[in-house]
């Protein structure tokens, strides 16, 4: 039984009867046809077309607000295919072939498509990580659109899942009683000696003892130097990533590292609580909750919910009144996930915030809640208290008024 070609299968076969390609084009064409079905080009392409879509340039202070164009500078696709295997490399060398303008119809689509590409190929390397956490912290810091956000949420949870991380027990570092002045000026003078190190080796491959060894006392300092602002920590992570990768002393090799680390888990964990609680858009709030969850252990929804709720001082009669500052979506979310819960983790809190029981008995109190809602969080702690479901609310009160005897026994 003969084989049927695909239509573009045969012009390959066509172009190997020939004595070869009539250029290089006809070269990177077949090729690419090849590749067609290939879905995220590599880590550096898919970051590069980011950067040029977004606005993003590695040697220049980062732009306050994500404002995207609809050029993006692209390779051909061959190219960006092939990355890593080599032949990308002696293609663009043999034939001259430069990234070129190419119009994109849709360019925020266009860089959330990039945003997941380079989070996930960055999974198993720091350096690449670090240079995926600064592009995505810095969208869900700059982006006003929530789609683009909860799509930095996405490639910081891929990062997070890489790095073993839970964001709601990482340490941010020791704040002290240092006023923000104060903060700021000793940042001011440690990233000064990191900028003057990657500017020796960036010019001469090489720093001078005295620029080394400053540079080494600031790396071994990381762990308490808590840069004031999340674009400074942004600053920080690419330094030392920048020195960790470059740089041709062992000693401030294996130091860097160390401090990348640090400081990139830190920026990662910020970044992510803050989506929690900072007024943002419900669905991205939303989002954020579910990639805490899902990155946290047992404890995470009460983690999760001490954040949102803030540090409420209740008095052990009282159903909190900040559960109806939360939206809606929020709520819902928070609810289902404590519904999830087995009865002992339903009932620890973290300290400063709620257990998640009752959580769900202040939706379920509180009057501004609409009848589904509260329906929702009734099941729910049925669920969490291994009781038949029932969507009347005197049992609940009933729970509600033991619960609180209890625990004024407990205390």
């Known amino acids: 039984m003969a084989m049927t070609l695909h239509p573009d299968r045969r012009r390959i076969a066509a172009l190997g009867r020939n004595r070869g390609p009539r250029s290089s084009r006809d070269l990177v064409v077949a090729l690419g046809l090849f590749g067609a079905g290939c879905g995220c080009p590599g880590f550096a392409s898919a970051m590069s077309e980011f950067d040029s879509v977004a606005g993003w340039q590695p040697a220049k202070a980062e732009p306050d607000v994500v404002a995207y164009s609809e050029d993006a500078e692209r390779l051909p696709f061959t190219v960006r295919v092939l990355e890593g295997s080599g032949i990308d490399v002696a293609l663009t060398g043999l034939f001259g072939i430069e990234p070129s303008k190419t119009k994109i119809n849709s360019p925020a689509t266009f860089a959330r498509e990039r945003m997941l590409c380079f989070a996930e190929d960055a999974v198993g390397s720091v350096q690449r990580a670090a240079l995926a956490t600064a592009r995505l912290t810095w969208v869900l810091d700059g982006d006003p659109h929530p789609f683009n956000q909860i799509t930095a949420l996405r490639g910081l949870q891929i990062v997070a899942s890489d790095l073993v991380l839970d964001p709601l027990q990482q340490e941010l570092g020791p704040l002290g009683d240092q006023s923000d002045e104060a903060i700021a000026v000793a940042w001011q003078l440690h990233v000064v000696v990191l900028r003057d190190a990657v500017t020796e080796l960036a010019a001469g491959g090489k720093m ?30 690419l330094l030392l990533n920048y020195l960790a990768h470059r740089t041709p002393d062992a000693d401030l090799r294996v130091a860097a590292d160390a401090a990348l680390q640090i400081a990139m888990r830190r920026v990662v964990a910020d970044s992510l609580r803050r989506a929690l609680y900072e007024p943002r858009s419900p669905l991205v709030r939303d989002a954020a909750v579910r990639a805490c969850c899902a990155l946290g252990d047992g404890l995470a929804v009460a983690r999760i919910l001490r954040s949102v709720t803030g540090a409420v001082v209740r008095a052990p009669d009282q159903a909190s009144s900040s559960v109806s500052d939360l939206d809606r979506t929020v709520r819902l979310t928070l609810v289902r996930l404590c519904g999830q819960l087995s009865e002992a983790a339903a009932l620890q809190a973290a300290p400063g915030g709620p257990a998640p029981v009752e959580f769900l008995y202040d939706v379920i109190a509180d009057g501004s809640a609409d009848r589904s809602l509260q329906v929702a969080a009734l099941e729910a702690l049925a669920c969490c208290l291994a009781r038949p479901i029932s969507t009347e609310r005197r049992w609940a009160d009933t729970w509600w008024a033991d619960y609180v005897v209890n625990k004024r026994g407990r205390s």
């Open 208 to 237: 001078t003892p005295a620029t080394q060894s400053s540079c080494l006392s600031a790396v071994s300092r990381v762990a308490e130097q808590i840069p004031p602002a999340p674009r400074d920590r942004r600053a920080q992570m």
